[in-house]
């Protein structure tokens, strides 16, 4: 099985900082990587897919890179409303990394 | 629009059986994969198994495989997870999700509201 990595597990960062969260895979998944968004009590929302694509409606702060085993999502500014934890996904096994918790410092 | 909205709340006891739903509405139900996951108090986010609801043809994650059964009623469009045994350990909140295109290899691009589940003698 492919294992999925994510770090940092959470960090604290100012409003208006850039933010980068890490997915590893333990193997190859081409692009078959989506980033998800769980603000606190909500349901998540799908923000990224094939590795780089933003989802319809979701700000473009928010970007995705990578392709194979590494894989980056990258908040360009830092806004009180992206508080939330955020999981990448190998979408064609269903796996989800474990998760990194945003916060404001 | 599309919306996917699941059942209430359920309190069981150990040993009880239990089927959760989840309904489609805004699209065509059976061209789109259905998902379901699993989350843990404070926990995250597990793939539990998916479903075609054009043919119920269902694949499910091995964590889970033998314990949990995916279906759907095209009918009604609806798709529905069950439990014959629930242990206190499937004490979680369980969500629905629709893949974003008729392949099963996607993301979830809608999901449902959830259903909190409760397991305890």
């Known amino acids: 099985d492919i294992q999925m990595t994510q770090s940092p597990s959470s960090l604290s960062a100012s409003v208006g900082d850039r933010v980068t969260i890490t997915c590893r895979a333990s193997q190859g998944i081409s692009n078959f990587l989506a980033w998800y968004q769980q603000k606190p009590g909500k349901v998540p929302q799908l923000l990224i897919y094939?590795?780089?694509t933003l989802q319809s409606g979701v700000p473009s702060r928010f970007s995705g890179s990578g392709s194979g085993t590494d894989f980056t999502l990258t908040i360009s500014s830092l806004q009180p409303e992206d508080v939330a934890t955020y999981y990448c996904?190998?979408?064609?096994?269903?796996?989800f990394g474990q998760g990194t918790k945003v916060e404001i410092k | 629009e599309v919306q996917l909205v699941q059942s209430g709340a359920e309190v069981k006891k150990p040993g009880e059986s239990l089927r959760i739903s989840c309904k489609g509405s805004g699209y065509s139900f059976t061209s789109y994969w259905i998902s379901w996951v699993r989350q843990m108090p404070g926990k995250g986010l597990e793939w539990m198994g998916k479903?075609?609801?054009?043919?119920?043809?269902?694949s499910n994650s091995p964590s889970f495989q033998g314990h949990v059964t995916i279906s759907t009623d095209k009918s009604f469009s609806i798709a529905y997870l069950q439990w014959s045994s629930l242990k206190a350990s499937d004490t979680a909140m369980y969500y629905c999700?629709?893949?974003?295109?008729?392949?099963?290899?996607?993301?979830?691009?809608?999901w449902g509201q959830g259903t909190l589940v409760t397991v305890s003698s």
């Open positions: 999700a629709r893949h974003r295109s008729g392949i099963p290899f996607m993301p979830f691009d809608f």
């Open positions: 479903i075609d609801p054009s043919d119920s043809y269902t």
């Open positions: 996904q190998k979408y064609n096994s269903g796996t």
């Open positions: 094939d590795a780089s």
